[in-house]
């Protein structure tokens, strides 16, 4: 059974940044995918960035190039989300997820079988 956990998540001031870590209980290479999705309330969930763990190769989000960065450290398990420059609308709940599969690619909630329970961030002016 694949476990995800965020943490990192908690009050910012705009401006600022963090980092979001979310743990697994497996290698993040056994993933076809990793990614970090956000939901806001009242919204969808959207994807914010995407990795492909075996390869290292990334992929964003339009609304998230420029202040977010996806990584991975392969012997701690982990993967990061980075976000500089804060803004209120940045606040949401954080999920970390996992695709077995390709699916319908990396940035589709459709693609994604495992989910954390996510993190808060609120970012206040």
């Known amino acids: 059974q694949v476990r995800l956990l965020e943490s990192g998540g908690g009050s910012a001031q705009a401006g600022g940044s963090l980092r979001l870590t979310c743990t697994t209980n497996?290698?993040?290479?056994?993933?076809?995918?990793m990614a970090w999705f956000r939901q806001a309330p009242g919204q969808e969930r959207e994807a914010v960035a995407s990795m492909y763990p075996l390869g290292g190769q990334t992929y964003y989000a339009d609304s998230a190039q420029g202040r977010f960065t996806i990584s991975q450290d392969r012997a701690k398990s982990a993967l990061y989300l980075d976000v500089n420059t804060l803004t209120p609308g940045d606040s949401a709940m954080y999920y970390c997820a996992a695709a077995d599969h390709r699916g319908s690619g990396p940035l589709a909630t459709a693609s994604y079988q495992h989910w954390g329970q996510g993190t808060q961030v609120t970012v206040s002016s």
């Open positions: 497996r290698d993040t290479r056994w993933h076809y995918y």
